[in-house]
């Protein structure tokens, strides 16, 4: 070991008294930031990435709207589409406004109806469906409704609730909304409450006929290889239409906003947890400057022993390291401890509180995701650890300062 860090540790090891409990502060204040930046990025992470995994599974990567088509047209459009190597899959759908009744219940929902027989939706995941079969869309009149729309309607599979189309007659008794009644042939869970609460399934068929489109579909739904190629691809998805007035919007068109917010809100708490750290270092200062004060009549016999002015900048730069090098350890461990089992954390608070902490409600999904992510950790880890060292450096270089003789005069 080499002199300065042997010096290093040995002050370390001995401090006492509120020095001592400074660098306590210190280090319990990066371990703090570190643990905490650690936990809020993989959640802000696991939010993105599960929202957009479930955002693009249930609506594709992107949307051709085809005005006017019928669904011979539709379907040959479908077939260029598929032809292009970018394309995953494509597939017809109709989609408007409904509200369902059931038992004095009533909803607003998103009517939209499917392929299906071809369809690569999310929702026909066998895991995805908790009971019923999709399958059974292919019968007139029949539906398939989330668990929390099944919830609020108190309906489930072989229920028969009232679908009321915005669309009527208008009678001398005034306007009459058009009602059909449908069987509920299969309950899904996507794991958002927006989906699961607001949406409804059928069969193109039964949809064009509830919402009057004659033979009319709303657009094609979109899946790309790579989605996040979605932009440069679109181009040639319109020219694979072969539509006057066609046009394509992706899943970064219609979700733009919502993944802008989200990453104001990641940078912006990034931002204000490292300042957890940034006072950590401060208290960092103010140990390392006590400490020097104290072993002031050291430094100086030191400095008459042979010691240079550097190797005592390396001894108090070491020290006050250490504490950042230390708290930045435990702070990623820690950190990493609660995102593995942050789900059981927050169900355990849950319990014991006697509130819902995370409500899919609030927070569209139904779990807390947290996924660690290896450049994130390697950034907060760096920030911590140079934070560390130019807070050592001040002290350190007083301490490099200081003249032997003035203080062996003073004592």
Do not use: C
Not at 245 to 259: H, I, L, R, T, Y
């Amino acid at each position: 070991m080499s002199f300065h860090r042997s010096v290093a540790l040995r002050y370390f090891r001995s401090r006492k008294g509120f020095v001592s409990v400074v660098s306590g502060f210190s280090l319990f204040g990066i371990l703090l930031g570190v643990a905490a930046l650690i936990v809020v990025m993989s959640v802000m992470n696991g939010f993105r990435s599960e929202l957009m995994g479930r955002i693009l599974g249930v609506s594709g990567h992107a949307t051709a709207q085809v005005p006017y088509a019928d669904l011979a047209q539709a379907q040959t459009m479908v077939v260029n589409l598929s032809k292009l190597p970018e394309v995953q899959s494509a597939e017809v759908f109709v989609q408007g406004q409904a509200l369902t009744m059931n038992r004095g219940r009533a909803t607003g929902v998103l009517l939209r109806g499917i392929d299906v027989q071809n369809t690569h939706s999310y929702v026909k995941d066998a895991d995805k469906i908790l009971s019923g079969r999709l399958t059974d869309l292919e019968k007139p009149n029949t539906i398939a409704i989330g668990k929390e729309l099944a919830r609020t309607l108190q309906a489930g599979v072989g229920s028969v609730i009232t679908l009321v189309s915005p669309s009527g007659s208008t009678t001398p008794f005034g306007f009459i909304p058009r009602m059909v009644k449908v069987q509920v042939v299969a309950v899904f869970d996507v794991g958002m409450h927006i989906y699961n609460n607001g949406w409804v399934y059928s069969s193109v068929s039964t949809a064009q006929k509830f919402l009057q489109l004659n033979d009319t579909v709303s657009g094609i739904d979109i899946k790309l290889h790579d989605p996040m190629q979605v932009t440069q691809i679109k181009p040639t998805l319109v020219e694979a239409l072969q539509s006057e007035g066609a046009f394509v919007m992706s899943w970064k068109d219609s979700n733009k906003q919502f993944f802008e917010a989200l990453e104001v809100e990641r940078v912006s708490m990034f931002i204000i947890l490292t300042l957890i750290i940034v006072v950590a270092a401060f208290n960092i200062i103010t140990g390392q400057t006590m400490t020097v004060n104290d072993k002031r009549s050291d430094i100086a016999i030191l400095r008459t022993m042979g010691a240079r002015r550097k190797d005592i900048l390396k001894i108090f730069i070491f020290g006050g390291s250490m504490i950042g090098f230390l708290g930045t350890f435990l702070g990623v461990i820690f950190g990493v401890l609660i995102v593995m089992n942050l789900q059981m954390i927050v169900t355990m608070l849950e319990q014991v509180f006697g509130v819902a902490i995370f409500s899919g409600e609030v927070y569209f999904l139904d779990n807390l995701p947290a996924v660690l992510n290896a450049t994130d950790l390697s950034l907060i880890v760096g920030i911590s650890i140079t934070l560390s060292i130019l807070a050592a450096v001040y002290p350190a270089w007083r301490a490099a300062k200081l003249d032997p003789v003035e203080v062996l005069r003073s004592e």
